[in-house]
Structures are given as C-alpha cells and as structure tokens.
C-alpha cells in the first residue's frame, strides 16, 4: 500500500504529475491539496480506471471554525510520500531566488503540516528555488524533532532528464536518450547545476570542440531559461518537470517497497550518509547539502555515493558553484532558525 500526497497540486506541474502518479499502479491512494481547484482535478483523475483511490482537499472556507490546516492535515493522514510543486513559478527576467520571497513561507507552512501529521513520509521538494526550499523544510522538520536527512530530496531529476535528451541531440541521435544518463550534481539553479559529462554512460566524441561541449553545459544549466522564455510570461516548465517528478516519486516508492541498486542524483543534506562527508572532502567544503548519486532503499538514503573522477573543468565549475549555493543554503537556514520579524 503506498499513499502519495501532491501538495500544490491543482498547478501546472501539479496536475500532470498527479495524473502520472495516478497511472502508477505502485500508487494505492492519491491525495491532493491545493489552495483552490483540488476537489475537481481530483474528482476527474478518480474516474481513471487504475487501483488508487483519489482524494482532493482544500482549507477550510474563510468563517469556518476548522483550523486553517484541516484540508492539508486530511490531505497528509498517512501518506507515505509527499510531494511538493505549490508556490509560484518564474516570470521572464526573474531568477529562482526572485521567488524566496512568496514561495519560502508555502513550503515552511506545507512542511509544517507534514511534521505534525506524516512524520515519517519521504518529501520531494520541487518548488524554488530548491537551494534554499530544502533546507526550509529540513529547518521545519527539525524544529518538530522530526528530522529524518534520508527522506528530504530535492527534486533535480529536470536537470538529468534534460542532460540526457541534449547529449543525445549533440549525438545527433535522439533514439540514443535512453542509453544516455548523465550525473548531475550541485544545486539546481544556473550555475550550481553541473552535468558531469566526463561520466555520461555514452560518451561524447573526443573530437567535439571545446566551443560545442561548453554549448551544451550551458544549456543544461540554463535549460530552465529557455522554457520561461518560450513561455512568454506564462510560467516555467511544467510538463517535461510532471514528468521528472513522477519519475522520481517512482523510484522513491520502489526503493520504499524494497528495490535494490536504484542510484539517482537528488539534492540531500549530506548527513544522511557517512558518504556525505566524503563528498564534502571531494569538494574541500562542509557545504551541508548537495545535489549527489543517492542509493535509494527503504529507508530513504541508503547511500551516499562518490563523485566519482572529475576533469579538472567539472572541478572548476564545482568551485565556481559552491558560494552561490552556499549563500542559498544559509538563506533557507536562516528564514526558519531566524526569521525577520
Ligand atoms: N525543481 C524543479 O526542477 C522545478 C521545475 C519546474 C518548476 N519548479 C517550481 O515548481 C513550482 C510550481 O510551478 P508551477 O508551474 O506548477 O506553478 P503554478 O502556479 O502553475 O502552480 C502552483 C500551484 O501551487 C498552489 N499553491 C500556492 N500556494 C499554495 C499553498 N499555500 N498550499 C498549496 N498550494 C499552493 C497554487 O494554487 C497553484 O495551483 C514553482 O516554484 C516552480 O519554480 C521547479
Ligand atoms: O526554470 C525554472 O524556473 C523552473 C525550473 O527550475 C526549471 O529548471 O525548469
């Protein structure tokens, strides 16, 4: 039995997600929260002829004598993992951080429900900027005294999906996707974001410039960019990010269940692992959390793994990522351990 919760899920990732977890016959109930919409996206995605009973709560109307958490507290009895697209997305010319400022109070209310009501869930943080949300929520967590580093993670699955999708078009072969996969680890914003292309499972050419090689790095770390652009003002990715979220829920829920060797990058606090202090060693940092090779297991985190050999250009781009990421990760810390008032 697995109960998956979507938190934000009437949205433009909430929804789609919502309609691939309800397809994911590994999923027995499907809870939704939003602030407005869930009792009809829920209503709709029931009549899904697939096993998962579907449930979509909202708060409580303004006068009720609810508390204003009933919705999401009904909506997170039980779950077993929680994940989380609420809050708003990036306009043209705004960074990730821009969005701190209304997006860092929704995950800090959200992760609070999920310490008083669902514990022991696994939290997928999707919502920006990630940097800084998943330390908010592991903040939150801590506060309750309910702090598990195996179960938070930081959704960064786009960041491998699209690795993947543009070493295959610099191959020029889009039917190689599948056989591609490239670690990427870091953070997920800009310049934190760095694809470990010396270790794709299908190597790039030898004889690729420089020029086109340095092309594809940035726009894997500025793949983000391009879809806010195309979009013209009405959001960020949503589709191709349903569907990186509901693979990784997927492989979340399989290792819960029990699968073994499932190794994908996540962005943890890296006190998860005794492996997170040789990532720290590898970086020459006490960095606390990073995007890194997590083997998954019914616990969460069951291991923290190396980076592996890195060229000297993917170390310079790690040192060129760690004060951004840094300066995100204090800002989170410090929003729950000192907020202004
Ligand atoms: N991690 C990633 O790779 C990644 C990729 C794409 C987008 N994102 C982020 O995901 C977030 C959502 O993007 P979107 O395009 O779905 O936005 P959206 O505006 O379409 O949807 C967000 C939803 O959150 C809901 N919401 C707002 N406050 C809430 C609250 N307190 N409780 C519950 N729900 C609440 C809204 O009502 C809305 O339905 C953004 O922050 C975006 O930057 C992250
Ligand atoms: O770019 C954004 O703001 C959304 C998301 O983080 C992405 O990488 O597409």
Not at 305 to 328: F, K, M, R, V, Y
Request: overall charge neutral; glycine content about 10%.
């Amino acid at each position: 039995m697995v109960k998956a919760v979507v938190l934000g899920a009437a949205g433009g990732i909430g929804q789609p997600l919502a309609l691939l977890l309800k397809a994911n016959p590994l999923v027995t109930e499907l809870s939704l929260y939003d602030i407005v919409n869930t009792p009809g996206v829920a209503a709709d995605l029931s009549h899904i002829s697939t096993q998962s009973k579907v449930t979509g709560y909202l708060p409580p109307p303004k006068g009720s004598d609810l508390p204003a958490d009933d919705g999401l507290k009904k909506t997170l009895a039980g779950a077993d993992i929680v994940v989380i697209p609420a809050g708003i997305p990036r306009k043209p010319g705004m960074t990730r951080d821009d969005l701190f400022k209304i997006n860092a109070g929704i995950v800090r209310d959200l992760a609070t429900g999920i310490a008083t009501t669902c514990p022991k869930a696994a939290v997928l943080v999707i919502s920006n900027p990630v940097n800084s949300t998943v330390p908010i929520v592991a903040e939150v967590l801590k506060k309750h005294g309910v702090f598990d580093p195996k179960k938070v993670f930081g959704v960064t699955t786009l960041d491998v999906v699209r690795a993947s999708t543009f070493v295959a078009e610099v191959l020029g072969d889009l039917s190689l996707v599948s056989k591609v996969s490239v670690p990427v680890v870091g953070g997920h914003s800009g310049v934190t974001i760095i694809p470990l292309l010396s270790q794709s499972t299908v190597p790039l050419p030898s004889s690729l410039d420089q020029s086109t090689v340095d092309a594809l790095i940035k726009r894997i770390q500025f793949g983000g960019d391009e879809v806010v652009k195309a979009k013209d003002g009405a959001g960020s990715a949503t589709l191709s990010m349903a569907y990186a979220g509901a693979l990784f829920a997927e492989n979340v829920i399989k290792a819960l269940k029990g699968a073994t060797g499932i190794v994908v990058p996540t962005y943890v606090n890296l006190s998860a692992h005794e492996g997170g202090q040789v990532i720290q060693k590898e970086l020459g940092s006490s960095i606390e959390y990073f995007s890194v090779p997590v083997t998954l297991g019914p616990n969460g985190v069951e291991a923290i793994n190396s980076l592996g050999s890195l060229s000297s250009h993917e170390q310079s781009l790690i040192s060129a990522a760690l004060p951004e990421l840094q300066e995100s990760i204090t800002k989170g810390v410090q929003f729950i351990q000192a907020p202004k008032l």
